[in-house]
């Protein structure tokens, strides 16, 4: 199963553990890591997934769809490699994909 | 702040249940936790139910909240199956409905919401199905196909869901509602019209001003739906969304405060300093209304598990929320924000012609709800501008030639 790192404002790591299909915000409320609320459960509603994507992996991770782009324009502390993490589909070449969480999520 | 080695019990395995037992976790509480659900299967999201999971987009797994392992391996536990009967405060116990008991040092209810059930004749014939759980979704879904016919009592977004999801599962679909026009309860004209629209252009046929009298049935099982006027609405399936009522008996009868539901603070503390109640059950204050009132949605049910658990674990509250919710049906994305108290003015932002269009409910100047289809921007930045209580320009507001960030500056 690919491998995805998420780090906390804070700094804190976690490596977790995602089946392809899942998508980076699912495995990390699945699995209890911090730093993303996911109140909408992935139908790209809320913006609380918010995570910045590590600028190795922003090719591999793929564009904004219009409807993510729109939600993150208005979400804060948004940067260039700013994603929804609802709309990340995990499968095998994003193994060892690292992503940060922002200090919070509105 | 609880002790840290707090025995904490939370009644109620759903998604405000589910999220305090994590969050209590996540944020270092050491003591044990018990979390005590009716269901057979561990806490869930209900939405998709009457959305992706429903019409097949979404499977079983991808529901659930966290993996059942989840549970023990945080040392949570996870007590399936059961219900709490008693409440007695002074003992600080919960009476179980496989006769057993636990002791508790903070008790935190979380016993949602149920649907309300018509109490009419017929209402108890095979076929006619309520939605609230991950067993009432899969009744209704193998009830649903091509050549179905399907019947759904109530305009409201839980029917109105069922019937997008039941079209895109090929059967047909009437929809009777009371009052004359869809969502009364809790949109605006604009928008029950341009629902209506849409619904109809996906073949949803709908009786309005429909008062439901009774089920007809043979040999048990539903065979129409019987109307004041004397008609008989034929169908194989009837599914009734006319609201939920609190199940906030337990409460009650332990002599807690209640109103529409337990009454809180904002720590989603009763009157009871060592019980806590959470999500559809919880009656709480909401400072930007200035008005305590019971909502039914996940964003209310995390906030105030986020309350509880700040409360337990001596962290800082939340930062107030501005209440939102959301609904798919077909390809429209529907997002609300805030609550229209007090309401004096609507200002319709885009056209409904195009499925892009944004509802402002304003009290003086103030914006107090915003309902929006497939306008990611209004939503956003209405929930923030409710949230900040910040004065707009109407004339700003109803232009959409002036961005939102401009409407806010």
Sequence with gaps: MPKITYIQHDGTEQ???VRNGLSVMEGAVKNNVPGIDADCGGACACATCHVYVDEAWMEKTGERSAMEESMLDFAEAVQDNSRLSCQIKVR??????????????? | MAAASAHVVIIGAGHAGGTAAALLRQY????????????????????????????????ADSLTLKPLEFYAAHGIDFRPGVRAVTLERGARKVGLSDGSSLSYDILILATGARAIALPLPGADLGGVLSLRTAADAERIKAALGPGRRLAVVGGGYIGLEVAASGRALGAEVVVLEREPRLLARVACEELSTFFQDQHE??????????EVTGFAGWAGKVAGVTLADGRTIDCDTVVVGVGAAPNDELARDAGLETAR???VDLEARTSDPSIFAIGDVAHRPMPIYERMFRM??????LEQAKQAAAAITGRPAPAGECPWQWSDQYDLKLQIAGYPFDADQIVVRGDPASAKFAVFHLKGDLIQAVESINSPPEFMMGKQLILGRRPVSKAKLADPAVSMKEVAA
């Design chain 2, 28 to 59: 270092g509480h050491e003591g044990p936790v018990t979390l005590v659900g009716e269901e057979p299967i561990p806490p869930y999201q209900r939405p998709p139910l009457s959305k992706a999971w429903l019409k097949g987009e979404a499977d």
């Design chain 1, 15 to 17: 490596v977790v553990e």
């Design chain 2, 201 to 210: 252009a996906h073949g949803v046929r709908f009786e309005l001003g429909a």
């Design chain 2, 296 to 301: 039914e949605s996940v964003p209310n049910a």
């Design chain 2, 261 to 263: 539901g337990v009454v």
């Design chain 1, 92 to 106: 095998d070449e994003l193994d060892g994909l690292v992503v940060r969480t922002p200090e919070s999520q509105h």
